[in-house]
């Protein structure tokens, strides 16, 4: 194996393992910064050690004895430095004898097999309440899905000081917050849970039809969201919304071979060729779905997404999309979860399912409502029902304000070729 192939190895291990020792290191030490610093000292020992040593046989035990081995020594010389300290030095001794047998237990038990309790805590962390959306994101893909600095400013189009300044403000809101490591209990986690699916939906939904930039997907944040939802819906197995937004995300990840040409321009749903959707992805989201089924109580959100995702997945054509039931599913969700955006998505159903002036009449109750007057969503339907009804100079004007509004250049791109091809059908005898 050459140096450039172990390094590679070495980072493709660190990315699997990365959370699991985090995770490890911040039950220790209860500080997510001291964690990730003592994370990073493994990560650099591997590095010097293992080109000479070779790769452990089991490389994640390695690296968490590694760093829970540097994190109490440093904890103990820091303590011992004072002599007032002299009788918590005593006690961090005894810990770490206890921390070195619960890591031999550990070991014993396996380090390599699935994601574990401290994870599921650490992803807790991170997607606390106290910090923003954006912060709650970069820190969960920073701290869980083991993406770098550099890969998140590139997934989210911001410079990478601004995102490294992003995660350094997220750990320190945690620490002056005194936010525990823990899974909440009771009646505390339902709010929680809610945090952390919600992150792992924006960020799949950022990879699935990105926010800005030249590249309308960004496959590595959908890959990094399925990683987590599995890892979530294996932790947490009683849990009918943890399967639901992993059934979400499976159909959804199928269609993603199909989404983009060769030259990587956008291929609209009714467009692409179904043949090209990922079937095992496809089994995988019907299968988490009829476990959120199973599930007593309601179905929430995510489920009933997931089921308007399956309806679409059974459908080998267009045509034989089930628009009436998707109709009836969106009518439920907007029980449960109302928004402008559900009422734009059962708009296009019911256009679907009962004619363009149905739908058009539904997208028209939405023209006055401020949370969409910048949402480029809502004239490109507009524009999609006025040219199916033939009205082709209000369609082109609708698929033009919608190329203004985006901030993606190839959805842009793709809504003045709309818009071009509204001028062509008009010009037709």
Same mark, same amino acid.
């Given at each position: 194996m050459t140096n450039q192939e172990l390094v590679a190895t070495i !980072? &493709?291990?660190?990315?699997?393992?990365?959370?699991r020792v985090v995770a490890g290191l911040a039950r220790l030490t209860h500080d997510l910064g001291l964690a990730e610093d003592f994370a990073q000292d493994a990560l650099v020992a591997a590095l010097e050690t293992w080109p000479s040593t070779g790769i452990p046989?089991?490389?994640? &035990?390695?690296?968490?004895? $590694? %760093?829970?081995?540097?994190? /109490?020594?440093?904890?103990?010389?820091?303590?011992?430095?004072? #002599?007032?300290?002299?009788e918590l030095a005593r006690e961090l001794d005894a810990r770490h004898a206890l921390f070195e047998q619960?890591?031999?237990?550990?070991i014993d038990a396996t380090l390599?097999?699935?994601?574990?309790?401290?994870?599921?805590?650490?992803?807790?962390?991170?997607?606390?309440?106290? /910090? #923003?959306?954006?912060?709650?994101?970069?820190?969960t893909l920073k701290v869980v899905g083991g993406l770098t600095t550099e890969e998140i400013a590139r997934a989210y189009l911001k410079s990478e000081p601004t995102i490294a300044q992003r995660i350094v403000r997220a750990k320190r809101t945690l620490t002056e917050a005194h936010v525990p490591f823990e899974v909440p209990r009771g009646a505390a986690l339902t709010p929680r849970l809610a945090s952390v699916l919600q992150i792992i939906y924006l960020i799949f939904n950022e990879g699935y039809a990105a926010t800005a930039g030249d590249d309308w997907m960004r496959p590595t944040l959908c890959d990094e969201a399925l990683r987590l939802g599995r890892a979530l819906a294996e932790l947490m197995p009683q849990a009918s919304e943890v399967?639901?937004?992993?059934?979400?995300?499976?159909?959804?990840?199928?269609?993603?071979? %199909?989404?983009?040409?060769?030259? +990587?321009?956008?291929?609209l749903l009714p467009d692409q060729d179904r043949s090209h959707w990922d079937h095992l992805l496809i089994r995988r989201g019907l299968a988490a779905l009829a476990r959120a089924e199973a599930l007593? +109580?309601?179905?929430?959100? *995510?489920?009933?997404?997931?089921?308007?995702?399956?309806c679409h997945a059974r459908a080998a054509t267009l045509e034989d999309t089930d628009w009436p039931r998707i109709t009836a599913l969106y009518d439920a969700l907007a029980v449960i979860a109302p928004s402008p955006v559900i009422t734009l998505n059962r708009a296009v159903a019911v256009g679907m399912a009962f004619g363009p002036a149905a739908g058009l009449e539904l997208v028209d109750g939405l023209?006055? !409502?401020?949370? /969409?007057?910048? *949402?480029?969503?809502?004239? #490109?339907?507009?524009?999609?029902?006025?040219?199916?009804?033939?009205?082709?100079?209000? %369609?082109?004007?609708?698929? !033009?304000? &919608?190329? $203004?509004?985006t901030r993606n250049g190839?959805?842009?791109?793709?809504?003045?070729?709309?818009?071009?091809?509204?001028?062509?059908?008009?010009?037709?005898?």
């Open positions: !980072e &493709a291990i660190w990315r699997i393992e990365s959370a046989d089991n490389p994640g &035990a390695w690296l968490m004895a $590694t %760093a829970k081995r540097r994190a /109490l020594d440093r904890l103990r010389h820091q303590s011992m430095a004072a #002599s007032k300290h002299v619960a890591l031999t237990e550990r390599d097999g699935d994601i574990d309790d401290d994870v599921l805590r650490l992803l807790f962390t991170a997607c606390h309440p106290v /910090l #923003s959306p954006d912060a709650r994101a970069a820190l399967h639901g937004l992993a059934a979400l995300m499976e159909i959804q990840a199928s269609r993603l071979p %199909a989404r983009v040409d060769a030259n +990587g321009d956008p291929i007593p +109580g309601a179905f929430g959100p *995510y489920t009933l997404q997931a089921a308007i995702a399956a023209l006055a !409502e401020p949370t /969409l007057a910048h *949402y480029h969503l809502l004239p #490109s339907v507009r524009g999609d029902l006025l040219a199916r009804l033939d009205r082709i100079p209000e %369609a082109r004007a609708e698929f !033009e304000r &919608a190329a $203004t509004l190839r959805e842009r791109a793709l809504l003045l070729a709309r818009a071009a091809a509204c001028t062509v059908k008009r010009r037709r005898p």
